[in-house]
């Protein structure tokens, strides 16, 4: 059942619109200001916003509160208004708002905009789901036994609640590897929430990881947004001790309460971990908690190096050229023996990452792509290679992020999307790696 939240100041409407919309099957909230909307919107799985753009006694108008909620989700927003023009249905859209309908209205306008906002919705959805797989569902191409032995693996834990833990080096799609698990999960259709264990600062980290509640607003956190869903940690072995703890705890007792709340809040989602570290080591070296380590080694995938399933890399390299002549439209060349020629006994330290980055470079610089440019990414990993782990970690980042800024012409928000951080957290990690900001 879709869920819907009406935000206007006019209880009439209010009732009337929900009235319509519950004769449809749809289950709706109700809200006459911002504090009362914000809080239905944090606290529940809201699929469609229907808001009034005047909103008396309100801290914030219909305007506001699109800003504020087109800067942390995608919901699909309907503005109302019964004093519209064009300038504010054109402001509307380019502030996110999918539609802008007038008052008064009838029901068949109310009920079209509505159904096709949501088709509409579903069907992008959708899209976005079949161009990531498409781009990403690399590791599942290929006939060498290991990649079989986990395509088995997966198979079966998949539709279990059992909690993974996926280990192997950078580059080797363990992040994919989590997210093809959660798609043959029970709760495919829930939020796949992905979070980097290195990232959570222990001052914050409650907030962050349980949300927070006091008498205005309602902020979710980690476990929260993942509800009836996958929250993936990625790199736990990055995790410190104190936050360590913390994860133990709701793993153990299977629920959390919000920083100033007492209530207990359950959790619903499935917890899946990786590590580029060997996690038996961390915890022999004291770095790591053993009992944690339990809790979420419960079933096991160790990913393999490019190199050990090197029989695979030409089905791989033509799916990459497959993909990214696509997505460039551009026409799809052979090249296997390019590749095979120039790197010949390459280890491919890079892993599939790499692999696919060099058959990335191939495809749009075509015949200027010479030696040089094939031997710089074993130049650049050579020397990230020689730097202690901490270091090498942030040289990879920051050119890994300032990539996909260009990729995006600086803007924030496609970026965030597309390397799966919140827009918040990509603030962060752009002054934290010292990187100036193109605010979008």
Same mark, same amino acid.
């Given at each position: 059942?879709?869920?819907?939240?009406? =935000?206007?100041?006019?209880?009439?409407?209010?009732?009337?619109? /929900?009235?319509?919309?519950?004769?449809?099957? &749809?289950?709706?909230?109700?809200?006459?200001?911002?504090?009362?909307?914000?809080?239905?919107?944090?606290?529940?799985?809201? +699929?469609?916003?229907?808001?009034?753009?005047?909103?008396?006694?309100?801290? @914030? +108008?219909?305007?506001?509160?699109?800003?504020?909620?087109?800067?942390? /989700?995608?919901?699909?927003?309907?503005?109302?208004?019964?004093?519209?023009?064009?300038?504010?249905?054109?402001?509307?859209?380019?502030?996110?708002?999918?539609?802008?309908?007038?008052?008064?209205?009838?029901? !068949?306008?109310? %009920?079209?905009?509505?159904?096709?906002?949501?088709?509409?919705?579903?069907?992008?959805?959708?899209?976005?789901?079949?161009?990531?797989?498409? =781009?990403? +569902? &690399?590791?599942? =191409?290929?006939?060498?036994?290991?990649?079989l032995k986990i395509k088995q693996l997966i198979s079966k834990v998949g539709p279990t609640s059992s909690r993974v833990l996926i280990q192997?080096?950078?580059?080797?799609?363990?992040?994919?590897?989590?997210?093809?698990?959660?798609?043959?999960?029970?709760?495919?259709?829930?939020?796949?929430?992905?979070? /980097?264990?290195?990232?959570?600062?222990?001052?914050?980290?409650?907030?962050?990881?349980?949300?927070?509640?006091?008498?205005?607003?309602?902020?979710?956190?980690?476990?929260?947004?993942?509800?009836?869903?996958?929250?993936?940690?990625?790199?736990?072995?990055?995790?410190?001790?104190?936050?360590?703890?913390?994860?133990?705890?709701?793993?153990?007792?299977?629920?959390?309460?919000? %920083?100033?709340?007492?209530?207990?809040?359950?959790?619903?989602?499935?917890?899946?971990?990786?590590?580029?570290?060997?996690?038996?080591?961390?915890?022999?070296?004291?770095?790591?908690?053993?009992?944690?380590?339990?809790?979420?080694?419960?079933?096991?995938?160790?990913?393999?190096? %490019?190199?050990?399933?090197?029989?695979?890399?030409?089905?791989?390299?033509? @799916?990459?050229?497959?993909?990214?002549?696509? %997505?460039n439209k551009l026409s799809i060349v052979d090249l296997k023996p390019m590749i095979f020629k120039k790197y010949f006994d390459y280890k491919?330290?890079?892993?599939?990452?790499?692999?696919?980055?060099?058959?990335?470079? &191939?495809?749009?610089?075509?015949?200027? &792509?010479?030696?040089?440019?094939?031997?710089?990414?074993?130049?650049?990993?050579?020397?990230?290679?020689?730097?202690?782990?901490?270091?090498?970690?942030?040289?990879?980042?920051?050119?890994?992020?300032?990539?996909?800024?260009?990729?995006?012409?600086?803007?924030?928000?496609?970026?965030?999307?597309?390397?799966?951080?919140?827009?918040?957290?990509? @603030?962060?990690?752009?002054?934290?790696?010292?990187?100036? !900001?193109? =605010? +979008?």
């Amino acid at each position: 059942m879709k869920q819907i939240l009406i =935000i206007d100041d006019e209880k009439d409407i209010l009732k009337s619109i /929900n009235a319509i919309l519950s004769e449809e099957g &749809y289950k709706c909230y109700e809200a006459v200001n911002s504090n009362d909307a914000i809080n239905l919107f944090n606290s529940h799985k809201i +699929d469609l916003i229907l808001l009034d753009v005047w909103l008396e006694d309100s801290k @914030h +108008d219909g305007l506001q509160i699109l800003e504020i909620i087109r800067s942390e /989700n995608s919901v699909p927003i309907i503005l109302m208004s019964g004093h519209g023009n064009i300038d504010m249905a054109v402001s509307a859209i380019k502030k996110g708002a999918q539609e802008f309908i007038e008052k008064p209205f009838s029901s !068949e306008r109310l %009920l079209l905009s509505v159904n096709r906002t949501l088709e509409i919705t579903q069907i992008t959805k959708e899209n976005i789901n079949l161009k990531n797989k498409e =781009i990403f +569902d &690399y590791q599942f =191409i290929g006939t060498s036994p290991s990649i079989l032995k986990i395509k088995q693996l997966i198979s079966k834990v998949g539709p279990t609640s059992s909690r993974v833990l996926i280990q192997g080096e950078s580059g080797t799609g363990k992040d994919i590897i989590a997210k093809e698990i959660h798609l043959n999960s029970k709760n495919s259709d829930g939020p796949f929430v992905v979070i /980097n264990a290195a990232l959570l600062s222990p001052d914050n980290i409650e907030l962050e990881l349980f949300g927070s509640k006091d008498a205005n607003t309602t902020r979710k956190g980690f476990f929260e947004k993942s509800e009836n869903g996958t929250l993936f940690i990625d790199e736990i072995g990055e995790m410190p001790l104190q936050t360590q703890a913390k994860i133990l705890r709701v793993l153990t007792d299977r629920n959390f309460n919000r %920083l100033g709340d007492d209530a207990l809040i359950p959790v619903s989602c499935r917890i899946i971990c990786s590590s580029t570290e060997n996690l038996d080591k961390l915890v022999e070296d004291g770095s790591f908690r053993k009992d944690l380590f339990h809790r979420i080694n419960v079933v096991t995938i160790s990913l393999p190096k %490019l190199i050990e399933r090197s029989g695979d890399i030409d089905l791989l390299v033509d @799916h990459f050229s497959k993909v990214y002549s696509n %997505l460039n439209k551009l026409s799809i060349v052979d090249l296997k023996p390019m590749i095979f020629k120039k790197y010949f006994d390459y280890k491919w330290p890079g892993n599939i990452r790499e692999l696919r980055n060099v058959v990335e470079r &191939y495809i749009i610089l075509g015949d200027k &792509y010479d030696d040089n440019d094939a031997s710089e990414s074993a130049t650049v990993t050579k020397n990230v290679i020689s730097l202690p782990l901490k270091n090498a970690r942030k040289v990879f980042e920051k050119n890994y992020i300032l990539s996909q800024l260009e990729r995006f012409d600086g803007n924030i928000s496609k970026t965030a999307n597309f390397i799966g951080m919140e827009r918040s957290a990509l @603030h962060r990690k752009l002054k934290q790696l010292e990187i100036n !900001e193109e =605010i +979008d």
